[in-house]
T-cell receptor, first 111, second 114 residues
Framework: GESVGLHLPTLSVQEGDNSIINCAYS??????FIWYKQESGKGPQFIIDIRSNMDKRQGQRVTVLLNKTVKHLSLQIAATQPGDSAVYFCAENALDDKIIFGKGTRLHILP | DTGVSQDPRHKITKRGQNVTFRCDPI?????LYWYRQTLGQGPEFLTYFQNEAQLEKSRLLSDRFSAERPKGSFSTLEIQRTEQGDSAMYLC????????????FGQGTRLTVV
């Protein structure tokens, strides 16, 4: 079936550098995309979302980019901090409002 | 705390026993989701509700799993005759409803079947 996936399972980034986490999706009917952060032992925490009629959205230190042509989503974290260490999931929300998650990328912050 | 609340946080049960988990969503949220998550994987969709109506149940879910949301507020997820493969984190989320709104997650219930 159609699913959301991620290119890299683990990403290591120097503290202070920018992080870019990528995601590919396959359901062309999806109209809403969300990035979640999950720390160990906790539930996923909303970071930022974007609707399919947009290609970029910015939040505090985070930017999400959506390329519908190639069905690609990315999360950019500026000036990565130790507290950014977590697993990051992209998720898609199709017309039936069912939120489907990918496998996740673990972000390691190097001192 | 007005977020999504799940109870219990941890549950250890013997194989073959029945277990029931509870989720209290954010009060004005109409949509409620259940997910299952195993180590190293993303949350896997199980089922969701719009108010008290169950909209869809994953085809991956066996008949041992059942969920209810009788009054459109809290929800329960029951697993009958538990198996070791049921060991996972069970997550609940809620949102305002249709229109692609943000879903908020609870802390989850970690189930261990021994």
């Amino acid at each position: 079936g159609e699913s959301v996936g991620l290119h890299l399972p683990t990403l290591s980034v120097q503290e202070g550098d920018n992080s870019i986490i990528n995601c590919a999706y396959s359901n062309s009917a999806s109209d809403y995309f969300i990035w979640y952060k999950q720390e160990s032992g906790k539930g996923p925490q909303f970071i930022i979302d974007i609707r399919s009629n947009m290609d970029k959205r910015q939040g505090q230190r985070v930017t999400v980019l959506l390329n519908k042509t190639v069905k690609h989503l990315s999360l950019q974290i500026a000036a990565t901090q130790p507290g950014d260490s977590a697993v990051y999931f992209c998720a898609e929300n199709a017309l039936d409002d069912k939120i489907i998650f990918g496998k996740g990328t673990r972000l390691h912050i190097l001192p | 705390d007005t977020g999504v609340s799940q109870d219990p946080r941890h549950k250890i049960t013997k194989r073959g026993q029945n277990v029931t988990f509870r989720c209290d969503p954010i009060s004005e949220h109409n949509r409620l989701y259940w997910y299952r998550q195993t180590l190293g994987q993303g949350p896997e969709f199980l089922t969701y509700f719009q108010n008290e109506a169950q909209l869809e149940k994953s085809r991956l879910l066996s008949d041992r799993f059942s969920a209810e949301r009788p009054k459109g507020s809290f929800s329960t997820l029951e697993i009958q005759r538990t198996e070791q493969g049921d060991s996972a984190m069970y997550l609940c989320a809620s949102s305002l409803g249709s229109g692609s709104t943000e879903a908020f997650f609870g802390q989850g219930t970690r189930l261990t079947v021994v």
